[in-house]
């Protein structure tokens, strides 16, 4: 199973990034899924997550701001950034709890992470 993530780069304050997150592999169901980041010299903190029913919950720092969302059928998520601050920059890493078989376990993946940089 892999997660890839993309979408990150530089924008300017205000401005607007979508983030993306494929996952790949021996999938047979995914349940919650989210976005994490980590600015340097910070630990990772969680930005949103998204159950399968698509339930979403966001960190107070981007509530209003950034919404995310989920394509079942692609196995992706997004993030849509708005209003960006420079204290949104990171790298952003998505994760994945997801069963690869239907007698499996429940596992977590986390993908390679993009960088967000918001600077003017």
């Known amino acids: 199973v892999q997660l890839q993530a993309s979408g990150g780069g530089l924008v300017q304050p205000g401005g607007s990034l979508r983030l993306s997150c494929a996952a790949s592999?021996?999938?047979?169901?995914?349940?919650?899924m989210a976005w994490y980041r980590q600015a340097p010299g910070k630990q990772r903190e969680l930005v949103a997550t998204?159950?399968?029913?698509?339930?979403?919950q966001y960190a107070d720092s981007v509530k209003g701001r950034f919404a995310i969302s989920r394509d079942n059928a692609k196995n992706t998520i997004y993030l849509q950034m708005t209003s960006l601050k420079p204290e949104d920059t990171a790298v952003y890493y998505c994760?994945?709890?997801?069963?690869?078989?239907?007698?499996?376990?429940?596992?977590?993946?986390w993908g390679q992470g993009t960088q967000v940089t918001v600077s003017s």
């Open positions: 592999g021996s999938i047979f169901s995914i349940n919650d």
């Open positions: 994760n994945a709890d997801l069963k690869s078989t239907w007698y499996g376990p429940r596992n977590e993946y």
């Open positions: 998204i159950t399968s029913g698509s339930r979403r």
